[in-house]
């Protein structure tokens, strides 16, 4: 996996890169906000890790950017002594925590977690659309065997009558529809 730190401490930055290549990720690292925005346009990264306090624009600026350039689980690098690191997270494209100091297993667990988060998002995010698609369907051709009703035809020959020319003229539904309402 392809991976983007953000982290201003030289040593911290250093550790984590090596933690993440003995895990066998290849690391791409950046000092601050601009760097870790620059790297994210250069190398298509799979994973960030990024510090919350990061010098030209924090962790959470630049998770915003990096998220709508294009979306990774992205996980968020505190310091280990802060009780309650930020407040409600929920907002933003982040998808865990890995504290300092850093240690190898929570780091790798924290990697799981974030792609799997990620990846359940995706996924019901694409279920919302296609749901969505289909409601917007369903209505189209609901409008359409209501245009049908009206001019004589009941609700099931109406439908028939849709289906068939979908089948004929080799059409979605959604398209016979939208050619019967005029869209």
């Given at each position: 996996?392809?991976?983007?730190?953000?982290?201003?401490?030289?040593?911290?930055?250093?550790?984590?890169?090596?933690?993440?290549?003995?895990?066998?990720?290849?690391?791409?690292?950046?000092?601050?906000?601009?760097?870790?925005?620059?790297?994210?346009?250069?190398?298509?990264?799979?994973?960030?890790?990024l510090?919350?306090?990061?010098?030209?624009?924090?962790?959470?600026?630049?998770?915003?950017?990096?998220?709508?350039?294009?979306?990774?689980?992205?996980?968020?690098?505190?310091?280990?002594?802060?009780?309650?690191?930020?407040?409600?997270?929920?907002?933003?494209?982040?998808?865990?925590?890995?504290?300092?100091?850093?240690?190898?297993?929570?780091?790798?667990?924290?990697?799981?977690?974030?792609?799997?988060?990620?990846?359940?998002?995706?996924?019901?995010?694409?279920?919302?659309?296609?749901?969505?698609?289909?409601?917007?369907?369903?209505?189209?051709?609901?409008?359409?065997?209501?245009?049908?009703?009206?001019?004589?035809?009941?609700?099931?020959?109406?439908?028939?009558?849709?289906?068939?020319?979908?089948r004929?003229?080799?059409?979605?539904m959604?398209?016979?529809?939208?050619?019967?309402?005029?869209?």
């Open positions: 996996m392809r991976i983007l730190i953000a982290e201003n401490e030289t040593g911290v930055r250093r550790e984590l890169r090596e933690m993440l290549q003995q895990l066998g990720h290849t690391v791409a690292a950046a000092a601050d906000g601009r760097e870790a925005l620059s790297l994210a346009r250069q190398h298509a990264c799979d994973l960030a890790i510090a919350n306090d990061l010098p030209f624009g924090d962790g959470l600026q630049t998770a915003r950017k990096l998220a709508r350039a294009r979306p990774l689980p992205i996980l968020l690098l505190v310091e280990n002594a802060v009780a309650n690191p930020l407040a409600d997270l929920s907002e933003l494209p982040i998808y865990g925590y890995v504290f300092k100091p850093l240690h190898l297993p929570a780091l790798q667990a924290g990697i799981s977690v974030a792609v799997e988060r990620f990846n359940e998002k995706q996924m019901l995010s694409t279920r919302v659309n296609e749901l969505e698609e289909a409601l917007e369907t369903r209505k189209l051709i609901d409008r359409a065997k209501g245009k049908l009703m009206r001019m004589g035809m009941s609700e099931q020959k109406a439908f028939l009558s849709i289906q068939a020319r979908a004929r003229t080799r059409k979605s959604r398209a016979v529809a939208r050619a019967i309402l005029g869209d």
